[in-house]
């Protein structure tokens, strides 16, 4: 497999960790970079009203942080962060879409994922409608 870009989605639980190793090896084994991407749930306008619109969400500030933390171990991989608003799965559909990935890496909570997941499930719809290879981690 000759890839380009590979997407790491992360939600910072053991099972992305898990992913990031598997994520940096593929990319050190055939040359990609690593695209990692954090979902915020949307901003607090959409749950708590318009009186909220057009102000920064205070955890995003958190969520950069966190985010910029995680890097590939090996330093030669070159390396990307990206956060994405709104429902994860759907976010993370549209960001290979645009930005041609060819692989994408996943954590998964339980090995549900990789037994028919529940309905709804990030890993399972983005496994069930990514064009491209999907590999599904399990801490």
Same mark, same amino acid.
């Given at each position: 497999m000759q890839a380009r870009k590979i997407l790491l989605g992360v939600d910072f639980s053991p099972a992305s960790r898990? *992913? @990031?190793e598997w994520a940096s090896a593929l990319a050190? *084994?055939?040359g990609a970079s690593l695209l990692i991407a954090a979902v915020e749930p949307g901003q607090p306008t959409s749950h708590? +009203? #318009?009186i909220y619109q057009g102000l920064a969400d205070? +955890? %995003?500030a958190e969520l950069a942080k966190r985010l910029a933390e995680l890097c590939p171990s090996d330093s030669g991989v070159p390396c990307e962060h990206? %956060? @994405?608003a709104g429902d994860a799965a759907t976010e993370l559909l549209k960001l290979i879409h645009d930005e041609q990935i060819d692989a994408v890496v996943l +954590? #998964?909570?339980d090995d549900a994922t990789l037994r028919h997941a529940l309905l709804g499930s990030t890993a399972?719809?983005?496994l069930r409608k990514a064009h491209c290879p999907v590999m599904i981690c399990k801490a």
């Open positions: 898990k *992913a @990031l050190q *084994a055939t708590f +009203g #318009s205070p +955890g %995003i990206r %956060i @994405l +954590g #998964s909570h399972e719809t983005v």
